[in-house]
């Protein structure tokens, strides 16, 4: 393969995050739907996604055509952990490079979910780059993460533009299981949570 190279995609912010492309966001859930790290014990991934740890994936700034090495139809954006307590510039950094990471992606033939899995702090720089009409997101649940779960699903409704959009509620426990069906989202048990 060769090298990754340093590229400057369209944008529509002032902080130059890349626009996503509106042909090649993701669909249906193609399964397995793998987290990265995993893709060694499991030799079929269908979807990628990084609700992992931080430090599984930060190497990837460095090499994104890594990924490649699983052969994934789809990917959702790398969920960097961005909190209330982050300052602006450090999350804008990251914003950053999951929207290039998934830009070079989608040029590349993977169709993308946009992570929506940020604080509430970060919602409208985390909105940049993901063109109206985008109709495919995942975020995180969490247990007595209810509220902030509600304001993801608002987001991905207005960015779709639609009241049921194509989003996918990883993890969460039974009251976001229960959310999700009210609303005919997407529930996936996470793996780890199930193991308790």
């Known amino acids: 393969m060769e090298p990754v190279k340093d590229i400057l995609y369209p944008s529509d912010n002032r902080y130059d995050i890349p626009c996503l492309r509106l042909d090649r966001q993701a669909g249906h859930l193609e399964l397995p739907f793998v987290p990265y790290g995993a893709g060694r014990r499991n030799k079929r991934v269908a979807t990628l996604h990084f609700y992992v740890d931080d430090y599984r994936f930060n190497a990837l700034w460095k090499n994104p055509a890594k990924i490649f090495d699983n052969n994934p139809a789809a990917a959702v954006e790398c969920n960097y952990s961005l909190f209330d307590t982050t300052p602006l510039a450090f999350g804008l950094r990251f914003i950053y490079q999951k929207r290039w990471m998934a830009r070079y992606w989608q040029e590349n033939g993977i169709r993308i979910y946009v992570d929506l899995n940020v604080s509430s702090k970060f ?57 999700c069906c009210r609303h005919s989202l997407l529930y996936v048990h996470d793996y780890m949570t199930e193991k308790l």
Do not use: C
């Open 123 to 179: 919602f409208k720089y985390n909105r940049m780059g993901v063109p109206d009409g985008w109709n495919a997101f995942a975020t995180r649940g969490s247990l007595g993460g209810m509220d902030l779960l509600k304001a993801k699903f608002e987001q991905a409704r207005q960015i779709s533009g639609l009241d049921s959009p194509n989003l996918i509620v990883y993890g969460g426990g039974k009251e976001v299981h229960e959310f």
